[in-house]
């Protein structure tokens, strides 16, 4: 019989705000896997939020496989499969720009433990929000005509 475990995922509600131009701003929100202990997941509303609460592990043979690993950002987790076609409706399109967009929302992560501590990132389920607005903000440069 296969055997299942749950780990939650914590969500970071509005987490990262991103401005692309004058006017144009996305608030991102980060699903931090407590397994992998990395952003798995990003939305930029709340229906993933809503919807993934936590990754499934099965052990198959003994060796262990999440259900999710496939379009997880959380490239250092040894359970990782990510494949570049699940990412994408990201702007993604080669493993360099995954491998990018992973050390971005590494450093999220880092400066995010640098604001509020590591208790927030150990295991546990729910979302954290932000009061007064996103703590990391991201200014893209303009697009090249």
């Known amino acids: ?57 099965r052990k198959v043979g003994g060796k262990p496989l999440c259900g999710d690993a496939r379009w997880c950002f959380n490239l250092k987790c040894p359970l990782n499969k990510a ?18 967009y992973h050390r971005f929302l590494e450093r999220c992560v880092e400066e995010l433990k640098a604001i509020y501590g590591d ?9 954290m929000y932000f009061k007064g607005g996103s703590p990391l903000e991201v200014n893209l440069p303009p697009k090249k005509s």
């Open 1 to 57: 019989m296969e055997e299942v475990e749950w780990k939650p995922i914590v969500w970071f509600v509005g987490a990262v705000k991103i401005k692309s131009g004058k006017k144009r701003v996305v608030k991102l929100n980060l699903g931090y896997c407590t397994l992998g202990k990395g952003v798995a997941f990003v939305s930029g509303d709340m229906t993933h939020v809503l919807v993934i609460q936590s990754v499934d592990i």
């Open 83 to 100: 494949e570049i076609r699940m990412f994408r409706r990201y702007g993604i399109t080669t493993r360099e720009e995954l491998e990018k």
């Open 119 to 127: 208790e927030m990132f150990r295991e546990k389920e729910g979302f």
